[in-house]
């Protein structure tokens, strides 16, 4: 309770103005530095160097979304391709549209005969046949299971009414959760001559917008370890669920020119880490670099919590609003990360671009924490508005005007 009640005091002074460095003169924050763990010699420390990525998987990077730092990276920003790890980008469309209301999972649509000229058969497959009807369920199970090519363009054609519309929507979502080094061409990573790519920094933006922006959905989908449909039953290749503790998923992918790649997520004791391998040269490499990974980030790091979720962080000046302030709070539980057995500096910064204008909605994202541990890239979590701030009159404008110039 100590450290959080620090961390709540030292969050608010920094988001009512008071700069790290004029923070660091005080006792006061002196005072709250030791509460929240800071280690004298935290500037000589640095994190641990022993990620098990071997010199073969190219590109990796492993995250933990509690606190949203980088345990680990390696080539974190090259821009590859997918191959199938672009359905769960088709996934994570699918689950906003029926979350949404405008698509529901016994809602059927059918394979087309021009659409299974082109797709049936061809690659990882549900072995459906011209004129099959499936429901949105069916469709999503095949996708997030055994990466069915065919079922995602039914599922694209069937929802978006063509696959250009569902690409628009595809890369509409990519640039909403902060996907800006990507591009989809397909809706199931089928080679477009390179029109889709990644990076895996990107990709765990979409994990994460899966795993937390749709828990439900995403329990449900996700892992599953095989799939019997038309009385074939076919395994799911995924690394990591049904092998490693907490292990869910997300999605594998495979091409001659994209090599062997892996999109995954496990969660343990409320630690969620999400991990991109890629480039693998063979499939083995790829599920032992992966399970590896992630099992190194749950022992070699733990977490220290900061705040609940739904806990107020900080609050925020409003202009033109009923009210002159409000509570900043996080969807999930708040936690810094540092490595096992050892103690570091941990600064915690509230960024916003202020004064906040109202009208502000509930839970509208408005504001980031950062969370810099000593020796550690700094990493920065969404605060949302915990109340609604509606637009003042002209007479409650005025006066908080002159209550803001007096202040």
């Known amino acids: 309770m100590l450290v959080r009640r620090a961390a709540r005091r030292y969050a608010k002074a920094v988001s009512t103005g008071l700069t790290p460095l004029k923070l660091a003169r005080s006792l006061k924050a002196v005072a709250i530095a ?5 280690a004298s010699n935290a500037h000589a420390q640095t994190t641990p160097q022993s990620a098990p990525i071997p010199d073969d998987i190219p590109v990796a990077i492993l ?52 659409a299974f000229a082109e797709w049936g058969g061809r690659g990882s497959t549900m072995f459906l046949n011209a004129g099959d009807t499936l429901t949105v369920e069916n469709l999503l199970d095949g996708i997030t299971t055994i990466s069915a090519n065919d079922g995602s363009v039914v599922l694209a054609e069937g929802v978006a009414g063509s696959r250009a519309e569902w690409l628009r929507l595809m890369n509409v979502k990519a640039l909403q959760i902060g996907m800006t080094n990507s591009h989809f061409g397909t809706p199931n990573g089928w080679p477009d001559e390179g029109r889709t790519f990644v990076t895996a920094r990107d990709l765990v933006k979409l994990g994460m917008a899966l795993a937390r922006g749709h828990p439900k959905l995403y329990a449900r989908f996700v892992g599953q370890r095989e799939l019997t449909h038309g009385g074939i039953t076919q395994p799911n ?129 408005v504001a980031e924490l950062e969370i810099a541990v000593a020796g550690m890239p700094p990493s920065r979590v969404p605060l949302v508005a915990a109340q609604a701030v509606d637009r003042a009159g002209p007479i409650a404008r005025l006066i908080n005007g002159l209550m803001s110039w007096f202040a």
Not at 34 to 38: A, K, S
Not at 84 to 107: N, P, W, Y
Not at 308 to 330: C, F, I, N, Y
Request: net charge positive; aromatic share 6%.
């Open 63 to 114: 995250v933990d979304l509690s606190s949203g730092q980088v345990l680990h990276q390696r080539n974190a920003d090259r821009r590859f391709v997918p191959a199938s790890i672009t359905k769960a980008m088709t996934t994570l469309v699918a689950f906003e549209l029926i979350e949404q209301g405008q698509v529901r999972l016994d809602q059927r649509f059918t394979f087309t005969p021009s």
């Open 34 to 38: 030791m509460c929240l763990g800071l």
């Open 237 to 365: 290749h995924d690394p990591l669920s049904g092998q490693v503790r907490g292990g869910d998923g997300i999605k594998t992918g495979f091409t001659n020119e994209a090599g062997y790649g892996f999109l995954g997520s496990a969660e343990r004791g409320g630690r969620r880490l999400v991990l991109v391998v890629a480039g693998a040269d063979r499939s083995r490499a790829r599920d032992r670099a992966a399970r590896a990974y992630v099992e190194w980030g749950f022992s070699a790091f733990r977490s220290r919590p900061l705040f609940d979720a739904e806990e107020v962080v900080a609050t925020a000046r409003v202009q033109g609003g009923q009210s002159r302030r409000v509570s900043l709070v996080s969807l999930h539980d708040i936690a810094a990360t540092l490595p096992v057995g050892e103690d570091r500096e941990v600064t915690l910064t509230v960024h916003y671009d202020g004064p906040l204008r109202a009208p502000i909605a509930k839970g509208q994202e």
